[in-house]
């Protein structure tokens, strides 16, 4: 089990507000971007609001694939020989997609996807294709504290029914349960039905024997909503899949040490899409309120209406959309300061609701961009920083 008193594996608290740029140790800058639908958000860098309670080193994730440049570089020992120069510079953004139903939409050609940054010009990405069945991280949170914790009775079943069609064996799936504490199994089992069920009805078990204990105490340090859910961002940071959370929940946080707006920095900078499964009679106030339903749209997700006989339903509907969103693919702009920039995914000709999840990735080195012998990148083909300043929500 990890993170019992409601701070991620290493005791981190995100202050209000704060941006979560983390250094690489070979480069002095981070870079993240992030899609705001409504606004386009820019936040400070750097982790100079995180309290941690033991310093870790956090190597910054890289989305992309390799560009391969081949540069002829003539040697005193083999004036004919080439040389091969290969960086990492394209980015891969999650991108949901939906009809203004929130509906999918008919396959839209990859021509018509553009990408801008801090309000400069407008790029076509370089590639869009579904993300289909490429591996999932996926974190499922089954909130017993919320006010009508009925909808859990049936979870073991709901999620077991996820395989094999939903779920496959290369993705990566953990779950846990908030209640006075957050609860998971040890380890990450498969994603059969049997090993899907076996894990739900453990961390309910442990919820419950728990609950027991603390009766007497009445839950001294209880663990809240935004600060178990940035444990959970925290551990899917270190995974390799497409980072997702489905939460079960009524999206109300109960007296968090971190803010929403901060756990939406941090999930947005570790590329990790939360999607909130809410029952219809709590939905309307989620709505109102805000802060929970702009957390799952900031960070690249949505919220469901989900009734709790229709749990298993929904949460397959979810991978659905997860498994229908475009992987956009553009350049990386090439600058050599870090920080937080907008980005604003467009289709042309389209109407559309589009929710992009946040990346990070290292900044140029200065030596690199000097050396005689890099390849020059094509600046027509690479997005242009613009100088749109958004303030950002607290």
């Known amino acids: 089990m990890a993170g019992h008193d409601g701070h991620g594996p290493d005791g981190s608290d995100l202050s209000k507000g704060v941006g979560g740029c983390v250094a690489a140790a070979a480069f002095p800058f981070s870079v993240c971007f992030w899609n705001n639908p409504w606004v386009m958000r820019v936040g400070g860098s750097g982790w100079a609001g995180v309290r941690m309670r033991r310093t870790t080193a956090v190597k910054a994730c890289i989305w992309g694939l390799l560009c391969a440049c081949s540069v002829a570089a003539q040697t005193s020992e083999n004036a004919s020989s080439s040389t091969l120069h290969v960086y990492t510079n394209l980015v891969q ?185 809410v029952q219809p009679g709590n939905l309307r106030d989620t709505q109102n309120e805000a ?49 937080h920039y907008s980005m604003d995914i467009t289709i042309s000709r389209r109407r559309a609701f589009i929710r992009a999840a946040g990346a990070e990735f290292p900044t140029d080195d200065p030596a690199i961009l000097s050396d005689p012998s890099t390849a020059p990148p094509d600046l027509s083909r690479t997005p242009q920083l613009g100088n749109r300043k958004i303030l950002t929500p607290h």
Not at 161 to 167: G, K
Not at 309 to 319: C, E, I, N, R, S
């Open 93 to 277: 953004i999650p991108t949901l997609v939906l009809g203004n139903d929130r509906k999918p939409m008919a396959r839209i050609d990859e021509q018509r996807f553009f990408v801008s940054l801090d309000g400069g010009r407008r790029l076509r990405a370089t590639h869009a294709r579904l993300e289909g069945d490429d591996p999932i991280s996926l974190t499922i949170l089954l909130d017993l504290s919320q006010s009508d914790p009925g909808i859990m009775l049936g979870a073991d079943q709901a999620i077991a029914s996820l395989a094999p069609l939903s779920l496959h064996a290369k993705d990566e799936v953990s779950i846990y349960a908030l209640d006075c504490q957050l609860i998971r199994p040890t380890d990450q089992g498969a994603t059969d039905a049997a090993t899907l069920k076996q894990q739900v009805d453990l961390v309910l078990r442990q919820s419950q024997s728990r609950d027991r204990r603390d009766t007497k105490q009445r839950c001294q340090n209880p663990s809240n909503l935004w600060d178990s859910l940035v444990t959970i961002v925290q551990a899917l940071s270190m995974q390799r899949g497409r980072r997702v959370i489905l939460a079960v929940t009524d999206g109300v946080d109960r007296g968090s040490r971190n803010s929403w707006n901060a756990l939406r920095d941090f999930a947005q900078t570790r590329s990790v899409a939360i999607f909130g499964l």
């Open 291 to 339: 802060p929970f339903n702009d957390l799952c749209q900031l960070s690249g997700g949505i919220l469901l209406p989900t009734p709790a006989k229709d749990l298993g339903k929904q949460l397959a509907w979810a991978v659905t959309l997860i498994r229908g969103r475009y992987i956009v693919e553009f350049p990386r702009p090439v600058t050599t300061v870090g920080g």
